[in-house]
Nanobody, 114 residues
Framework: QVQLVESGGGSVQAGGSLRLSCTAS????????MGWYRQAPGKQRDLVAT???????NYADNVKGRFTISRDGSKNMVHLQMNSLKPEDTAVYYC????????WGQGTQVTVSS
């Protein structure tokens, strides 16, 4: 069984920064992809960024240059540094791991006010 626990959400004004963290526990495969997705009210869950165990990174176009994903493989942690936040970044942010099976965290709210 795999569990993901997110932390670091909160409220910030436009232009501010937040850092999200996710810790995976359980039987974690050496080869995996961890990432962040977000879901705004009434909208689908969308990709924000992913990072593989080999270091390959992928960003959604609307966060490139503002968000940075990183991981600590030894601790099975993934982080998302979010700078220059915009009101449209407001959403519940979910951590995800893919390693044959797929697991999601419970989500953490990010609210950006104008």
């Amino acid at each position: 069984q795999v569990q993901l626990v997110e932390s670091g959400g909160g409220s910030v004004q436009a232009g501010g920064s937040l850092r999200l963290s996710c810790t995976a526990s359980g039987n974690i495969a050496r080869l995996n992809v961890m990432g962040w997705y977000r879901q705004a009210p009434g909208k689908q869950r969308d990709l924000v960024a992913t990072i593989s165990s080999g270091g390959t990174i992928n960003y959604a176009d609307n966060v490139k240059g503002r968000f940075t994903i990183s991981r600590d493989g030894s601790k099975n942690m993934v982080h998302l540094q979010m700078n220059s936040l915009k009101p449209e970044d407001t959403a519940v942010y979910y951590c995800k791991i893919v390693m044959g099976l797929v697991a999601w965290g419970q989500g953490t709210q990010v609210t950006v006010s104008s």
